[in-house]
């Protein structure tokens, strides 16, 4: 999701509501003073406005199949608005509404109001006079308080109420179900605290609701928000509550997890089918973000937010649209700031993940292992392992590594010569890295500066420059600036140990909250033991040019090209860690090697000249791209400090 569309709102009352029309494809705000407006939703601009309500409106409802929209207030009334937007039905109930919801299964329009739920036959034809048949309504006062949320799935109703003691108090125009983020804590304490399950049963002489199951203590406090999450393998109700937290709910009212506590009172939640996250208002000026199918918070790995300051203002409601590809959020005025309207939209080409690093990133390679693991390398020598989880694909953990140069067998022409210069001067001390995520106190921008020979490297920092992995033989190779090339591998792991050159603050932690730093799948095939033991010395100036070779006979590569700005071409057995041939330079070409691939057959593709995707997300240069067909993404990294991850072409999209 992408940042859309930004509209301030200087209308002189606060938005109480938020509603689509999916006839007409506008969206609307309905205000304390019971003003509509009606805005396009790609440009903002306001297309129509009324004030058809004398009080608060309070909800908007979208009856898809009908082409129509409801809309509801505290002074007693029920709009239906027709797909040109104008009033269709004016019902009259005699008692204010608070929300709205259709029961399909049932063809019911459900009302809330005080103490009362109230069902309606839905009658389209309006044979009955209006969009609904009032005198085969049927209501149920098992609420002791307000009905200020409604959610169905297939015969269940689900309701949750307000605050009982502010009841009387809030009957009138100053009534907000959705305005409750400044009550003091000790006063949630009177709330009835119930979610019921209801369901509708029909004899000869009458119809009713009956209750099929009462969670008396759901929540603390007063619920204020009902969600229905619909996925392919489960289904789950979420509830939000002014005790600052979320249940989860399975269909028949059994509770299965609990969130928070948030940083204030949940205000808004909204559920976005097309990438499977819920988004959840909770006092702050950017949603949390909580992925149902792995019951984890997902929100340092989303970049919606990323690069998005709102100081000063505090996001209050949500509405996803029934599309899924657009979320409305609304910010009330704060800090001599007007109120705005947020739009997000569902991109293909936007950025799925976002990993932050601590330093700018210089190269990036990839495993194709499960669980899929991806390696990046910055420029002050940190290598990095981002393994990603098995329950959740936002979720990676991440190890850090550095060089001990005083532990690693040198080869090839330069080895003795870079020997003995280290042993003729002390190897600086590595620095220890903070743990990732948080920022770094010495961030660095631009490319690494090289060293012209490999005698005086050590005394500099090493900033890696190219990485690969050798899939047959389970080696990453990482080029430097001071002309090395490093070969890391995996060794036997045995659970309490650790590897050499792994830096003792950044291994990945034990399963925890994903609130915290990072979170893990604890059925994880965990691949630690991973340590750098061999440098190849064969070159004089920084390598920036790695690629794998090989036979055309056999699907291995077992050989190395390597090149560099000292213009020689070397092949490696990775195998065998030896140089096999070398060239003072590549014919008919005398400068710097900077990049090159392998290709075991010449291939023409008559669309090679076409561009068909592009991509716009980093925020500084790309240092290194790859592709995972695993994934069916591309990965990239920047200059930036992250790591971002996109959807790859395929031909037909």
């Known amino acids: 999701m992408q940042q859309h569309l930004r509209i301030r709102e200087y209308h002189r009352r606060p938005v109480t509501a938020l509603g689509y029309h999916a006839a007409r494809r506008e969206c609307l705000t309905g205000f304390e003073d019971g003003v509509i407006k009606w805005w396009d939703m790609e440009n903002g601009r306001v297309s129509l406005r009324t004030r058809e309500h004398a009080g608060r409106v309070t909800q908007f409802l979208s009856w898809i199949q009908a082409r129509l929209l409801f809309s509801a207030s505290n002074d007693s009334s029920v709009i239906v608005w027709a797909p040109g937007g104008t009033v269709l039905d004016r019902i009259q109930l005699g008692y204010p509404i608070f929300t709205l919801a259709i029961s399909p299964a049932r063809h019911l329009l459900l009302c809330g109001s005080k103490g009362r739920l109230v069902a309606f036959p839905l009658d389209e034809r309006r044979e009955s006079g209006h969009v609904v048949n009032l005198s085969q309504g049927f209501s149920d006062q098992t609420h002791t308080d307000i009905v200020s949320c409604i959610t169905c799935l297939d015969n269940n109703i689900y309701t949750a109420g307000a605050l009982p003691k502010l009841c009387t108090a809030l009957e009138g125009n100053d009534y907000s179900v959705k305005g409750y983020s400044n009550v003091a804590p000790q006063v949630a304490l009177r709330y009835d605290k119930r979610l019921l399950i209801f369901d509708t049963y029909q ?4 119809k009713g609701l009956t209750t099929k199951h009462c969670i008396s203590r759901a929540h603390r406090a007063a619920i204020t928000h009902l969600l229905l999450v619909r996925q392919q393998e489960t289904t789950r109700v979420l509830s939000g509550s002014f005790d600052r937290t979320v249940g989860i709910w399975s269909q ?14 949940i205000t808004a939640l909204c559920y976005v089918a097309t990438v499977g996250i819920v988004w959840i208002a909770s006092g702050t000026s950017h949603p ?8 984890e918070i997902v929100s340092q790995f989303i970049s919606t937010f990323r690069g998005h300051q709102m100081e000063g203002l505090v996001l209050q409601q949500l509405l996803s649209l029934p599309d899924s590809r657009h979320v409305i959020g609304e910010y009330p005025s704060g800090s001599a700031k007007p109120q705005q309207m947020l739009v997000w939209r569902y991109s293909e080409l936007g950025c799925l993940i976002v990993l932050p690093c601590k ?14 693991l991806l390696f990046s390398g910055d420029s002050n020598g940190m290598l990095q392992k981002w393994e990603r989880s098995c329950i959740s694909p936002f979720i990676y953990s991440m190890e850090s590594f550095h060089i ?5 067998e040198r080869r090839g022409p330069f080895a003795q010569q870079v020997e003995k210069s280290c042993r003729e001067e002390p190897q600086p001390r590595p620095r220890s890295p903070q743990k990732w995520g948080k920022a770094s106190s010495r961030l660095q921008r631009g490319d690494s500066s090289f060293q012209t020979t490999a005698k005086d490297t050590h005394k500099e920092s090493i900033g890696f420059v190219r990485a690969i992995f050798a899939e047959e033989l389970d080696i990453l190779v990482v080029s430097a600036t001071n002309g090395n090339i490093y070969l890391w591998e995996f060794e036997s792991f045995t659970p309490g140990t650790e590897s050499p050159g792994q830096d003792q603050d950044s291994r990945a932690p034990a399963p925890a909250c ?14 630690a033991g991973f340590a750098c033991r061999t440098v190849l010395c064969g070159h004089t100036g920084m390598v920036t040019a790695l690629t794998l070779a090989g036979g055309d006979t056999t ?6 090209l390597s090149g560099g700005w000292d213009g020689r071409l070397c092949l490696w057995d990775l195998q065998n860690h030896s140089l096999q041939n070398e060239f003072s330079s590549v014919p008919g070409n005398s400068g710097p090697i900077l990049d090159m691939d392998y290709s075991p057959k010449r291939v023409y593709d008559p669309n090679s000249g076409v561009q068909v995707q592009s991509h716009t997300g980093h925020q500084d240069s790309i240092k290194s791209v790859i592709h995972v067909p695993e994934m069916e993404q591309y990965v990239s990294v920047s200059l930036d400090g992250t790591v971002c991850m996109w959807k790859a072409y395929l031909q037909g999209d």
């Open 514 to 527: 994903a609130q915290d730093e990072m979170a893990q799948d604890p059925s994880s095939k965990c691949v």
């Open 555 to 560: 699907i291995c590569f077992p050989y190395l």
């Open 288 to 295: 949390t973000l909580y992925e149902p199918q792995s019951g």
């Open 252 to 265: 028949d009212g059994q509770l299965i997890h609990r969130l928070g506590p948030f940083t204030s009172n």
């Open 359 to 372: 330093h700018p990133m210089e190269c990036l390679a990839y495993a194709k292992k499960e669980p899929i």
């Open 404 to 408: 001990s140069e005083a532990h690693l």
């Open 203 to 206: 004899s000869p002489s009458r």
